[in-house]
Antibody, heavy 114, light 112 residues
Framework: QVQLQQSGAELVKPGTSVKLSCKAS????????MNWIKQTTGQGLEWIGI????????SYNVKFKGKATLTVDKSSSTAFMQLSSLTPEDSAVYYC???????WGQGTLVTVSS | DVVLTQTPPTLSATIGQSVSISCRSS???????????LHWLLQRPGQSPQLLIY???RLESGVPNRFSGSGSGTDFTLKISGVEAEDLGVYYC?????????FGSGTKLEIK
């Protein structure tokens, strides 16, 4: 069965970066694009971007350009999202979700605090 | 960006009651390829969202057929025919016709 296993919760300091992972199993990793989505209480669900694991091609929400960088490692069927220059506004739960949103990871809680 | 407006924000229902949730878009969600990429998600407490309905009215595999979707253009509806206890949570509409993908603000379903 399709599973997306995300990395564990992160507590990080402002100004630093963090790299989240999403390990896929149960299907051919390169056959489906991978979305990344941010969820906060205040802003709800926001789409960050999408990556084609086969080509590495990406598309970002303008709001997250420069904040998020999406990559993949085909050898381990893992998608990554790096978030840079973190501020408290980046504190959220981040999900990976296989296109077209039928499968979601369990989410990674990122807390940005000094 | 496309704005999706969901109503009502909260909904209280008894078991067996039928309920509807509205999702209105700031622009038509009919894609130039003839498809309409309006989907519905349910997020149960403490869980990740799950896909219920895709492309307006297509039931995702494994989803009970008490869920149904309808609509076109800018107006869409999710109906639950006979609410069950497991249906509590927050329902979101999401559109994929226009980049970036955007979500409604959610409708919280409570069970009386």
């Amino acid at each position: 069965q399709v599973q997306l296993q995300q990395s564990g919760a992160e507590l990080v300091k402002p100004g630093t970066s963090v790299k989240l992972s999403c390990k896929a199993s149960g299907y051919t990793f390169t056959s489906n694009h991978m979305n990344w989505i941010k969820q906060t209480t205040g802003q709800g669900l926001e789409w960050i971007g999408i990556i084609n694991p086969g080509s590495g091609g990406t598309s970002y929400n303008v709001k997250f350009k420069g904040k998020a960088t999406l990559t993949v490692d085909k050898s381990s069927s893992t998608a990554f999202m790096q978030l840079s220059s973190l501020t408290p506004e980046d504190s959220a739960v981040y999900y990976c979700a296989r296109a077209p949103l039928a499968y979601w990871g369990q989410g990674t809680l990122v807390t940005v605090s000094s | 960006d496309v704005v999706l407006t969901q109503t009502p924000p909260t909904l209280s229902a008894t078991i067996g009651q039928s309920v509807s949730i509205s999702c209105r878009s700031s622009q038509s969600l009919l894609h130039s390829n003839g498809n309409t990429y309006l989907h519905w998600l349910l997020q149960r407490p403490g869980q990740s969202p799950q896909l219920l309905i895709y492309s307006v009215s297509r039931l995702e595999s494994g989803v009970p057929n008490r869920f149904s979707g309808s609509g076109s253009g800018t107006d869409f509806t999710l109906k639950i025919s006979g609410v069950e206890a497991e249906d509590l949570g927050v329902y979101y509409c999401v559109q994929g016709t226009h980049a970036p993908l955007t979500f409604g603000s959610g409708t919280k379903l409570e069970i009386k």
